[in-house]
């Protein structure tokens, strides 16, 4: 099956500052890649996701790259804000089948 | 609002007593899952379910049941739970299997003595 790795596994930046989160996956016949935003006692949340015929997605201040010759993604956050503070999870999937995600990244804004 | 709801968010059990954790969409959804996740290692599926009456294991079935009965409801049943059950649980649902976004609920943080 899949396997999807993430680093770091906790990041931390000043207010203000960007974040970048990174994802590699072992199947190339993935082709949907989301990113779930995970806040304290809630369940994961879409923020942004990215197909596999399209190397970039911009959504405010989230983006999202994909480089599908060395399979892997990335999640950029820019103008950091303490809201941001959260777990984020990215994730690989094909279609008909289930999501693999990765272990997380634990991201704290600081002001 | 649509949404995907479970119930209990929070339960503290003993070793061997049977529990059923609910969980309901009202989206019309066909696909549901199941996750469980864990320190340092995300989320892991246990169950799905592509439509009513249709069922199959994920990574980490062992110890659990479904059922899906009715398209909205999908819940997990544990018939003998053990300690290392516990953990933070999730049900999800999709559109479709071809569907990719998916709506997960608000979690269960299980605790078996």
């Known amino acids: 099956g899949e396997n999807v790795e993430q680093h770091p596994s906790t990041l931390s930046v000043q207010e203000g500052d960007s974040a970048v989160i990174k994802c590699t996956y072992s199947?190339?016949?993935?082709?949907?890649f989301p990113w779930y935003k995970q806040e304290l006692g809630k369940g994961p949340q879409l923020i942004i996701d990215?197909?596999?015929?399209?190397g970039e997605k911009k959504d405010q201040r989230i983006a999202v790259t994909l480089n599908k010759t060395a399979k892997h993604f990335s999640l950029h956050i820019t103008e950091t804000q303490p809201e941001d503070s959260a777990v984020y999870f990215c994730?690989?999937?094909?279609?008909?089948?289930?999501?693999?995600f990765g272990t997380g990244t634990s991201l704290t804004v600081i002001p | 609002e649509a949404q995907v709801t479970q119930n209990p968010r929070y339960l503290i059990t003993v070793t061997g007593k049977k529990l059923t954790v609910t969980c309901s969409q009202n989206?019309?959804?066909?696909?549901m899952s199941w996750y469980r996740q864990d320190p340092g290692l995300g989320l892991r599926q246990i169950y799905y379910?592509?439509?009513?009456?249709?069922?199959d294991k994920g990574d980490v079935p062992e110890g659990y049941k479904v059922s899906r009965k009715e398209k909205r409801n999908f819940p997990l049943i544990l018939e003998s739970p053990s300690p290392n059950q516990t953990s933070l649980y999730f049900c999800?649902?999709?559109?479709?299997?071809?569907?990719?976004?998916?709506?997960f609920g608000p979690g269960t943080r299980l605790l078996v003595l």
């Open positions: 199947d190339s016949a993935s082709n949907y």
């Open positions: 989206m019309n959804h066909e696909y």
């Open positions: 379910s592509m439509n009513v009456e249709v069922t």
């Open positions: 999800a649902s999709r559109p479709d299997s071809a569907g990719q976004t998916q709506y």
């Open positions: 990215i197909r596999s015929n399209v």
């Open positions: 994730a690989a999937s094909r279609p008909g089948n289930q999501f693999y």
